[in-house]
């Protein structure tokens, strides 16, 4: 009995230090596991993961429900009679002006009546132009309303004019003069006045705060289809940028006949140089200039006696060619190009068709976006073939003079609508600004540049959701946040009337925006789809998970097999003691 307990013990023995072999490899598979999955991958995790700054997403998602709102203060300068009327008249003209709404930029109109100082009673009295009246403001009248989106209405009675003979005119500095006549026998009655202040309040609205041209405005800078059929003003305009690359070429088809020249310095400092001093303001403008020689355009035209005409859809087909010849330049500016074509001698001269068939204005066209193409056809009794012929001064203050008109244009200063009221007169020239042409091209501007940002940050948002990749920098989101920042100023000051200011702000918010949205280090990994990071990943965890896996899998059977073999172990351990005991 005593060899066969003690034999029971033997194995007893053994089988405790296989249990202790075996507990060991599963706790040693256990401690492989947890540093793999409690540092390992948190430091592979740390150390690949993408980093991405926070951006302010909720205030860009909110940009869509703020409203543009554009305060415009109307200040009337009435006699004591209309005074006394204002009540009245205010309640007349503003039903006027709240008739023509669209959507955004919501215009708020405050209107206000006031006496007529010394200064307009006087002026009134001699019978001065409104151009001569206001220059005999004060200079701190006038000052006063630069940066503000204000116009200031003179109202004057003229007598012995019937309703019909009620007039308009915009001039400088903001001032508007209305004149109206009484339609009964006591002059300054509400009735006479009625038709001038419907005059004005027209005039107002669709010259003076272009309501249209700023809600076409909008629609553009949100990237909106526009079913506007006089939306062709901002097609025309160049895109807002923080400046212009004006490029002025001479092309000369064949020099062999003529060798053309110009002093194009001069000009533009003589006759060009004044208005871009006026639209300084929107920006830097770079000048360059260059002479072409044999370059042609691939276009024939048509013979029709002496002269050669070229139809309006053979215009595309004519700057193709030019364009290529023009050399292109690495820059952010928005370039436009003011080309002089000189036609050889035996196409000459070469006339322009318009839409109508009517030989063009000035021998020019106008290409949206791109610049205007002036055709200077030479005299062909006065130049000798093989000679050397420098553009006179008159040839080239013309042609500086029609470069104007068109970056006029270009710029987003429209032509008049041709069905303007009757009794409106407006103080504007082909090639200077007018005070209410400047304050229409700001407005519409600075409404292009708020819906321009919003679309941008709002595209930005949502390329970051769709690509969680993309590295989001620091500078990224401080460019981001100062985007939205300024937005927020931008509409403050339009609400309060201040739209040079607001102007400036919308320009600097667009640069910021379009400089978060195109940075370098997030089109790195634009196109970087996410399949490629299971092909890199993959093959690295794949060797590495399955012994892993495998062992983990096998250390759960084994300490099933750990735990049944204790028990038998207690058990045999139990009966070894009462065979002893026996």
């Avoid at 070429?249 to 020099?255: F, K, R, W």
């Amino acid at each position: 009995m005593s060899s066969e307990a003690d034999e029971k013990c033997s194995k007893s023995n053994l089988s405790e230090e296989s249990l202790s072999d075996q507990s060991l490899r599963l706790w040693t598979t256990i401690v492989v596991f947890l540093v793999l999955t409690v540092f390992g991958l948190p430091l592979w995790w740390s150390t690949t993961a993408v980093y991405r700054a926070t951006l302010p997403t909720q205030e860009i998602n909110d940009l869509s429900t703020m409203k543009i709102v554009v305060a415009v203060d109307l200040e009337f300068l009435v006699d004591d009679e209309q005074l006394s009327k204002k009540t009245e008249l205010q309640t007349t003209i503003q039903t006027l002006l709240e008739e023509d709404k669209l959507s955004e930029p919501y215009i708020k109109y405050t209107v206000s009546f006031a006496s007529q100082p010394s200064w307009v009673k006087d002026g009134l009295e001699r019978g001065v132009s409104l151009q001569d009246l206001v220059k005999e403001a004060p200079s701190a009248v006038r000052a006063s309303a630069l940066d503000m989106l204000k116009y200031t209405v003179i109202l004057q009675h003229i007598a012995g004019n019937g309703n019909g003979g009620a007039s308009v005119a915009i001039g400088a500095h903001q001032y508007i003069l209305a004149q109206y006549g009484s339609d009964g026998t006591t002059p300054g009655t509400t009735p006479g006045i009625a038709g001038t202040l419907k005059l004005v309040g027209g005039s107002i609205h669709r010259v003076a705060v272009s309501h249209k041209q700023a809600h076409s405005s909008y629609i553009a800078g949100s990237g909106l289809p526009s079913h506007n059929k006089d939306s062709r003003g901002n097609l025309m305009a160049v895109t807002s940028t923080p400046g212009y690359r004006l490029a002025f070429t001479l092309v000369n088809s064949n020099p062999d006949l003529a060798l053309v020249d110009w002093d194009m310095r001069n000009a533009i400092e003589s006759h060009f140089q004044p208005f871009l001093d006026q639209v300084s303001s929107l920006g830097d403008f770079t000048i360059d200039t260059q002479v072409l020689h044999y370059v042609s355009s691939d276009v024939k035209p048509t013979r029709d006696g002496n002269s050669f005409y070229l139809a309006h859809e053979q215009l595309p087909h004519m700057v193709n060619p030019l364009e290529s010849a023009l050399g292109s330049h690495s820059s952010n500016l928005s370039s436009l190009h003011f080309v002089v074509y000189i036609p050889s001698m035996d196409q000459s001269p070469l006339l322009i068709l318009d839409e109508s068939g009517s030989v063009a204005a000035n021998n020019s066209f106008v290409v949206h976006r791109w610049g205007s193409l002036v055709v200077h056809n030479l005299d062909s009794a006065s130049t000798v073939a093989g000679s050397r012929h420098v553009l006179c001064r008159d040839s080239m203050a013309k042609i500086t003079t029609i470069f104007s008109a068109h970056l006029k244009l270009l710029l987003g200063i429209p032509k008049l609508e041709s069905d303007l009221p009757a009794g409106l007169t407006l103080s504007a020239g082909s090639t200077s600004v007018a005070t209410w042409e400047w304050n229409n091209l700001l407005l519409s501007r600075t409404v292009e540049n708020v819906a321009r940002t919003r679309a941008t940050l709002q595209a930005l948002v949502k390329l970051l959701d769709d690509v969680s990749n993309m590295v989001i920098a620091d500078h990224i989101q401080q460019a981001v946040v100062r985007a939205v920042h300024l937005i927020d100023q931008c509409l403050n000051k339009l609400s309060t009337g201040h739209l040079t200011g607001a102007y400036s702000l919308s320009q600097s918010a667009l640069v910021a925006s379009e400089k978060a949205f195109f940075d370098p280090s997030m089109l790195a990994l634009l196109y970087f789809p996410q399949d490629s990071l299971y092909a890199i990943y993959v093959p690295l965890f794949i060797p590495m998970a399955v012994p892993v896996l495998a062992s983990l899998v096998q250390s759960v059977k084994l300490y099933k097999q750990l735990r049944n073999a204790n028990q038998q172990l207690k058990t045999q351990q139990a009966q070894g003691g009462r065979l002893k005991a026996e």
